[in-house]
């Protein structure tokens, strides 16, 4: 499978753990039950953590005479499964002097996990708190302002479950002062395949949902109550094949891809009484239909990473189906495997926009300080390739903190010119 590839077609897999495996991964945990690995101890997680201090050769990929430059501070390795298979970083969530990561296996079978690093001090991050699961999958992370606590989504294997689907919204209980922890899950059963995006927005939490390739029960949007009778239950449904992700700006504005040769962008309004809108609009292509589509709200345009169309930006109102702005998809170099260089994420942070590009790594684009009317094509003035897939990225300041799959965590820090 393609390193980009989140969701994957798992009808009837179960897990087996050998309970030797489970007993030996076990013993230097503070916690485990049949579903979960917990370790809270960071002397024990510390054999993953590299530390750098490397400047980043580069790739000129533009005609810009200013090159911003970085440096490789540190990385976190990925966990494995209980047989040694290294796990794939699939999503990154900063929080506090917290960074967290979502993780899962590629190929058969459900295994992933949520870490929380602690980059308080970027350049020596430790890892605090570990919760693996041997029958889940994860593909995006947030939280819940209110209580702190830690949700992410993915896909469970059905059967131990109960579930008639896979999909799913795991709840879990995090100490925010630690970063830690605090044992076990609560799991919310979600129609379809595979929960492909969570964001939290007026006291709910808005997942998206992928049903892969186009069979079984259809996916959409479902939005989760947090509180009293409502809380774990899904409240409300939108309805739609191949939604790929969701994001949400702090005035309730929510957005949601849809994924295949026919795209679609839904923009709704949450307020604390319900959703509304729903307005739908035509954005091409989003190809493979059921791989990455992250997308970022910033400043009242839509940022979307369509795969092989690459990164194109929308008016997050009204209803033009024009991009403000457009990134192309990477350079599939000569023996490149085409579908492995395509646009996976994207994230805004001041004039600097960073692309998880698979198998191209990151690319690293810069806004123009004065725009001008209509589309605006922009080139990348660097990439960086570092032997994995750059599957999300998210920048705080001169931070950024990419995912690169079986790569796990890597942390770059930008130096000079334009700080």
Request: aromatic share 8%; charged share 15%.
């Amino acid at each position: 499978m393609p390193p980009n590839k989140i969701m994957s077609q798992r009808l009837g897999k179960a897990v087996f753990v050998s309970g030797m495996a489970l007993a030996t991964l076990a013993s230097a945990c503070a916690e485990s039950d049949e579903r979960h690995i917990l370790n809270n101890n960071p002397d024990e997680l510390a054999d993953r953590i590299i530390t750098k201090r490397e400047t980043i050769a580069l790739t000129p990929t533009g005609t810009s005479t200013v090159m911003p430059v970085y440096e490789f501070i540190a990385e976190v390795r990925a966990p494995t499964t209980t047989t040694g298979v290294d796990l794939r970083a699939t999503h990154v969530l900063r929080k506090g002097a917290h960074t967290l990561v979502s993780y899962n296996r590629e190929g058969p079978g459900y295994f992933g996990g949520i870490e929380v690093i602690e980059t308080i001090n970027p350049h020596t991050p430790r890892v605090v708190s570990s919760l693996l699961f041997v029958d889940t999958d994860f593909s995006a992370l947030t939280y819940d302002p209110a209580t702190l606590d830690i949700y992410a989504t993915g896909a469970r294997e059905p059967s131990g479950a109960g579930f008639s689907t896979p999909a799913v919204l795991e709840a879990m209980p995090y100490n925010a002062q630690t970063g830690q922890f605090m044992g076990g899950s609560t799991s919310i059963d979600l129609p379809s395949w595979v929960g492909t995006g969570v964001a939290h927005s007026m006291g709910r939490m808005f997942v998206s949902v992928g049903n892969a390739f186009n069979r079984g029960e259809t996916g959409g949007l479902f939005a989760v109550g947090l509180t009293g009778a409502n809380q774990n239950q899904v409240m409300e449904s939108y309805r739609y094949n191949n939604a790929l992700g969701v994001s949400a700006d702090n005035q309730g504005n929510l957005a949601v891809v849809r994924g295949g040769p026919a795209a679609r962008m839904h923009v709704y309004q949450a307020t604390n009484n319900g959703s509304s809108g729903g307005a739908e609009r035509d954005i091409g292509t989003i190809i493979p239909a059921n791989g990455k589509g992250e997308l970022d709200v910033e400043n009242g345009l839509v940022w979307v990473a369509q795969g092989e169309e690459g990164v194109k930006a929308y008016e997050l109102t009204g209803t033009s189906t024009t991009p403000r702005y457009i990134i192309n998809r990477p350079t599939v170099p000569p023996g490149g495997h085409a579908p492995d260089y395509i646009s996976n994420a994207v994230a805004l942070d001041g004039r600097f926009i960073y692309v998880a590009a698979g198998a191209a790594g990151l690319q690293i684009v810069m806004l123009p300080s004065n725009p001008g009317p209509g589309t605006i094509t922009l080139h990348p003035v660097a990439a960086w390739e570092f032997g994995s897939s750059a599957n999300y990225v998210s920048a705080d300041g001169i931070l950024v903190y990419v995912a690169s799959g079986t790569g796990g965590l890597k942390i770059l820090e930008r130096q000079h010119p334009l700080n």
